[in-house]
T-cell receptor
Framework: NAGVTQTPKFQVLKTGQSMTLQCAQDMNHNSMYWYRQDPGMGLRLIYYSASEGTTDKGEVPNGYNVSRLNKREFSLRLESAAPSQTSVYFC???????????FGPGTRLTVT | DQQVKQNSPSLSVQEGRISILNCDYTNSMFDYFLWYKKYPAEGPTFLISISSIKDKNEDGRFTVFLNKSAKHLSLHIVPSQPGDSAVYFCAGLPTGANNLFFGTGTRLTVIP
């Protein structure tokens, strides 16, 4: 089992460019999440999907969109990147109603 | 407003001694609290959890204590090992929710 995989590992964007971060899990989990981690801020939830076909905003959704493509895959899109979106992005998955989440290795994004 | 707080950004402990990491919360409606460990360039990994109806949970060298009246939890690591050096995040799972609220993390350094 690969667990949770994320692509790419690193990305540099110019302000205004768009990109999609990909996430896939092979644990048959219903719920998936996108977080960002910034220095001194911990992990903050951007969007989550409790089950296939549903998505909900988290704490910091502005500037992002998500797609739950199927049960395995949950993508995060930046339509017009801004320097404030420079961060490390983590995808996670879990069973519904269970706190334990499994995280991917992260994507380090720099917006110049 | 941060619902889960870790007020100590860092902690250094000698190998073999006890490490105590602290976490406070402001919302009484958490069902579970969890601790995650994070190494550089990796995603967080689940360490141990505690239900809000318990006051202690133990797993090997790791014990989590919950003091509901003080809205405080702590993670004890005994004995501490150099491989425990990492950033530790506490997180709370609100009642009826799927998403976790994370603290800002404490960097533990275990000195050989």
């Amino acid at each position: 089992n690969a667990g949770v995989t994320q692509t790419p590992k690193f990305q540099v964007l110019k302000t205004g460019q768009s990109m999609t971060l990909q996430c896939a899990q092979d644990m048959n989990h219903n719920s998936m999440y996108w977080y960002r981690q910034d220095p001194g801020m911990g992990l903050r939830l951007i969007y989550y999907s409790a089950s296939e076909g549903t998505t909900d905003k988290g704490e910091v959704p502005n500037g992002y969109n998500v797609s739950r493509l199927n049960k395995r895959e949950f993508s995060l899109r930046l339509e017009s990147a801004a320097p404030s979106q420079t961060s490390v992005y983590f995808c996670a998955s879990s069973e519904v109603g269970v706190g334990e989440q499994y995280f991917g290795p992260g994507t380090r994004l720099t917006v110049t | 407003d941060q619902q889960v707080k870790q007020n100590s950004p860092s902690l250094s402990v000698q190998e073999g001694r006890i490490s105590i990491l602290n976490c406070d919360y402001t919302n009484s409606m958490f069902d579970y609290f969890l601790w995650y460990k994070k190494y550089p360039a990796e995603g967080p990994t689940f360490l141990i959890s505690i239900s809000s109806i318990k006051d202690k949970n133990e797993d090997g060298r790791f014990t989590v204590f919950l003091n509901k009246s003080a809205k405080h939890l702590s993670l004890h690591i005994v004995p501490s090992q150099p491989g425990d050096s990492a950033v530790y995040f506490c997180a709370g799972l609100p009642t009826g929710a799927n998403n976790l609220f994370f603290g800002t993390g404490t960097r533990l350094t275990v000195i050989p």
